[in-house]
């Protein structure tokens, strides 16, 4: 005879209309109001840029399972190495023994970031949290306490109370607001095609980042070329570098989160090297292990690393956690090294595959601010009404894509196309009509 859990689970329609009493039973979704939101749909299995669904035709995954699966799913390369990892060592705490994985990754990402100190974590949320108290230790143990941290208007770096802080203060963060320290703010001058102001924004940003610098400040925190959830708001170059010469002018550390923007997602191996910039700390994870595995690393310059070094057990970084290290993670991301190493035109070439679809669909009346930076295509949409995270017409063009073979997900009215790098060229049309089609349903 069925249990009571069994006969809910039967009764789970994953294609039903809105309704709290259609969601699994059991599974409470991030960023989701079930008691409005669709079902969601159960899937299988996925190959490629494909995911398989139980009882509907395939999805492409157009934003690679939230910007996670770099090469594409169930890639047989990081699949093997996990499986010979796991048959040798699956885990060992990494306070007292190091293993050959990790060896090898620390080394690698030294090499491609000019950073020698790594620290692993969980996630792209702890990996933030982790340069943001390394930086503000750093000048602890150096006996110059410096409390002030700058972060960017619209910014997101996570969901821990750190990364909240350090992000943009909205909805997600309200019912924590009293609890989180306070952050200096400078205000973000995303560009687009055709703006021709934007060069004054950067200069009222910059004088109102040089203010903010008179405190004496532990670091600046940014999101190199791209702010992800913050709409996929990008900037020139140019600024970037201009935000890290008033930080070296003012002697503050700066510190690069690079979780969604690495490995390949801007155009270059990491979004700091394309904009020109030498960061002290970098914060990492998403596409590390090629979507497969989580985990997180924070990297450090050596003279930062320096500031931790003493008999004192005070200047230890007293920060840690159970899966540090992780042997089979580590493998995942040296197997994801492998290939981006061996086909670099996979996210070199990505920006002059999206060109001439982003041109054409920038004739649309609907859409607005079109722009391009890597494997990222992003626009507005040309509508009325309250935009941001909760504008409904994302959810429009979100919908008729599902129903046309492609898998969005608008960050409000921002639509944004982040496809696995292994996306043909068939498939990135089809995503781009499928957008098309979603415009017409406005």
């Known amino acids: 005879m069925a249990t009571q859990s069994h006969r809910i689970m039967d009764s789970f329609d994953p294609l039903a209309a809105p309704n709290a009493k259609n969601w699994h039973p059991h599974l409470w979704?991030?960023?989701?109001?079930?008691?409005?939101?669709?079902?969601?749909?159960?899937?299988?299995?996925?190959?490629?840029?494909?995911?398989?669904?139980?009882?509907?035709?395939?999805?492409?995954?157009?934003?690679?399972?939230?910007?996670?699966?770099?090469?594409?799913?169930?890639?047989?390369?990081?699949?093997?190495?996990?499986?010979?990892?796991?048959?040798?060592?699956?885990?060992?705490?990494?306070?007292?023994?190091i293993h050959p994985q990790a060896e090898q990754l620390a080394a690698r990402l030294s090499a491609v970031t000019g950073l020698q100190r790594l620290f692993f974590s969980d996630n792209g949320s702890t990996a933030v949290e982790v340069a943001l108290k390394i930086a503000c230790q750093c000048w602890h143990n150096r006996g110059e306490p410096r409390q002030q941290l700058i972060a960017f208007n619209g910014a997101y770096h996570g969901d821990t109370f750190g990364a909240m802080a350090v992000g943009e203060r909205n909805l997600f963060s309200a019912p924590f607001e009293e609890m989180l320290f306070p952050v200096a703010r400078v205000p973000w001058p995303a560009t687009w095609w055709g703006d021709e102001e934007v060069e004054t924004r950067e200069r009222i940003a910059l004088t109102e980042l040089e203010r903010c610098l008179q405190t004496p400040t532990a670091a600046v925190i940014l999101e190199p070329l791209v702010q992800g959830a913050g709409g996929m708001a990008m900037v020139r170059a140019e600024f970037l570098q201009g935000v890290e010469q008033r930080v070296r002018a003012a002697g503050a550390l700066l510190i690069a989160d690079e979780v969604l923007t690495g490995f390949g997602r801007c155009g270059a191996l990491f979004a700091f090297k394309r904009a020109g910039l030498v960061p002290d700390l970098i914060a990492l994870s998403k596409g590390l292990t090629g979507g497969f595995l989580p985990m997180g690393v924070t990297m450090a310059r050596e003279e930062v690393f320096e500031a931790f070094l003493g008999d004192d057990p005070s200047l230890t970084l007293w920060h840690g956690h159970s899966f540090t290290a992780n042997p089979l993670g580590c493998a995942a991301a040296n197997a994801s090294l492998d290939l981006l190493e061996a086909n670099p035109e996979s996210y070199e070439n990505f920006e002059a595959r999206h060109l001439p679809h982003l041109e054409a669909l920038a004739e649309h009346p609907k859409v607005q601010q079109p722009r391009l930076t890597g494997t990222i295509a992003a626009f507005d949409l040309a509508i009325d009404g309250t935009h941001g995270y909760l504008n409904p017409a994302g959810r429009i063009v979100k919908q008729q894509a599902i129903n046309n073979g492609v898998f969005l997900r608008p960050l409000g009215q921002v639509v944004y196309l982040l496809p696995p790098l292994c996306l043909n060229d068939a498939q990135l049309e089809q995503c781009y009509a499928a957008i098309h089609l979603g415009l017409e349903a406005l």
């Open 29 to 97: 979704p991030p960023f989701t109001q079930i008691a409005s939101a669709s079902p969601p749909q159960r899937v299988i299995s996925a190959d490629g840029a494909l995911l398989m669904l139980d009882g509907a035709p395939p999805l492409i995954d157009a934003i690679s399972s939230w910007w996670v699966t770099l090469h594409g799913h169930a890639n047989p390369s990081i699949a093997a190495a996990i499986a010979t990892q796991a048959q040798q060592l699956e885990q060992v705490i990494f306070a007292d023994f």
